[in-house]
């Protein structure tokens, strides 16, 4: 089958429908941001004997629970949703999430918290799968890499909403320390069935379409939205499109397809996926997970107040990944990753030893985390956008799971454990090698992309990796395109 409609979705001028897509799917990374956020900001009044009593160990594991769930979610709805759509998934993952959070709020002890944060986390990691491919899909070549910084950037508008709540709802002169807790669970419940209605209208994408045999559908489904946007333009005609490529539609593809192609055809480019998703995964969740308990450990923080500290840092995530958002389509996606993640490493440095060396209060350090963060995040962005886009279509979903699930094993599920073990101690120095340990993971990982990673800035999707599906086209053993990683 020839078909041109890739070269269709990319040439679309912005329009309501792509704010649609954005609102609509950019409501994932404001749950997880607010779950995080909220543990993080409970996390010290969860010690109270009057809510559930954890240590601050358990605090810990509580986070690694809810992040190995997140994995296997990602593992288990990426594989359905290459098999069986991006639509359907992401509308299932939604209601698993709503679920979830709600069971969260009834936690009787720690063993019932931990098993419903795992919950939780599986709802978290299949949206991660579903959403990240269905973005890529439908979003103009020219401003995705903007777009899905912009959206993996608003975790930390739900971490503003998660610290602003947080100080409402652990204040026991507002809200009785029993319950405030138990409320802040309700808020991501409450947030995501509003999103559920606006997501009922979102189409499944084209371009899964016409790689299963069902071009028909996936004609009649960018036709209308193409009327729409037209129609929106006041019946101009729009931009002709260039392009076509042709498909076999019988040909089939299971789960062996992912590793023969991320191991045999793009080693260097999974060399580079895992190495972003590693370090990212270590410092954020390790850092951001414990941090009211360095706050309240080190320098007397009460734990109602932990919010007042968590909204800049939060403020300051968000502001790096819209500021510097543009600058990864315009000057491209490897001096931009490579300088993010390399900063923010030499930075996050500096800051361990002033912490070690008593230099800082609870003030300088939220200001040393901001500036820090305000580059690591448009760069833990980036690692998303970097695995949604060198991958081909046929495996995009199970790809992210993969590279996701691994690189949070490998990073994220340690450090949170870790800092927590670690500033149990109580030493200064002791914390300074968890800053130490995330400050070279991110060094590292800036090396590696600027040595071998993709530019894959203003490409359409099957210039960076053509689907398997392609007549002619890749076979194993496949090459890594000398043009792409120039």
């Not at 090698?433 to 991110?442: F, K, L, N, P, Q």
Request: some cysteine.
């Amino acid at each position: 089958m020839r078909t041109d409609i890739p070269a269709r979705l990319d040439r679309l001028p912005w329009s309501r429908f792509h704010w649609t897509v954005v609102i609509g799917l950019g409501i994932t990374w404001i749950l997880d941001g607010l779950e995080v956020t909220m543990v993080g900001s409970l996390g010290a009044r969860l010690q109270d004997r009057g809510t559930l009593g954890l240590s601050a160990a358990q605090v810990g594991f509580a986070a690694t629970a809810y992040l190995i769930g997140a994995v296997a979610g990602a593992l288990g709805f990426g594989y359905l949703t290459d098999r069986y759509g991006r639509r359907k998934l992401f509308i299932v993952t939604l209601g698993w999430y709503i679920a979830a959070t709600v069971l969260t709020a009834t936690s009787w002890d720690v063993w019932s918290f931990v098993a419903f944060r795992f919950l939780t986390g599986l709802g978290i990691g299949g949206e991660y799968s579903a959403i990240n491919s269905t973005i890529d899909e439908l979003i103009p070549a020219k401003r995705r890499g903007f777009v899905d910084l912009a959206i993996n950037g608003t975790y930390w508008f739900g971490a503003i909403l998660g610290s602003g709540a947080s100080i409402v709802l652990l204040d026991p002169h507002v809200v009785n320390q029993h319950v405030g807790w138990r409320l802040a669970f309700g808020i991501g419940a409450v947030l995501a069935l509003c999103i559920v209605f606006l997501r009922e209208g979102l189409p499944e994408s084209p371009r899964w379409l016409m790689t299963h045999g069902r071009m028909d559908e996936a004609e009649a489904t960018l036709a209308r939205i193409e009327a729409a946007v037209r129609a929106e333009r006041g019946g101009r005609e729009l931009p002709p499109s260039r392009g076509a490529m042709e498909l076999d539609p019988a040909r089939r593809h299971g789960f062996a397809d992912v590793w023969r192609t991320m191991l045999r055809a793009y080693p260097q480019r999974t060399f580079v996926a895992f190495s972003l998703m590693i370090a990212q995964a270590f410092l954020y969740n390790a850092f951001f997970f414990t941090e009211s308990l360095v706050l309240v450990t080190f320098f007397g923080v009460p734990a109602q107040s932990v919010g007042y500290y968590i909204f800049p840092f939060a403020a300051g995530n968000l502001l790096g990944a819209l500021l510097l958002g543009p600058l990864f389509d315009r000057v491209g996606r490897k001096p931009m990753i490579a300088a993010t993640y390399g900063g923010s490493g030499l930075l996050l440095l500096a800051t361990g030893l002033a912490f070690e060396r008593g230099l800082l209060d609870a003030t300088t350090v939220t200001l040393c985390w901001c500036v820090t963060f305000f580059f690591a995040s448009a760069g833990a962005s980036a690692a998303y956008l970097t695995v949604s886009e060198i991958f081909p279509l046929e495996i995009r979903a199970i790809a992210i799971a993969l590279v996701y699930g691994i690189g949070t094993l490998a990073g994220g599920a340690v450090g949170p454990a870790l800092f927590g073990a670690l500033i149990a101690t109580r030493s200064l120095a002791s914390v300074f090698v968890g800053y130490a340990i995330g400050a070279t993971a991110m060094v590292a990982a800036a090396a590696i992309e600027l040595r071998f990673g993709v530019e894959a800035a203003r490409r359409d999707l099957e210039s960076i990796a053509a689907p398997l599906s392609t007549v002619g086209g890749p076979r194993e053993p496949l090459q890594e395109p000398h043009a792409a990683t120039a």
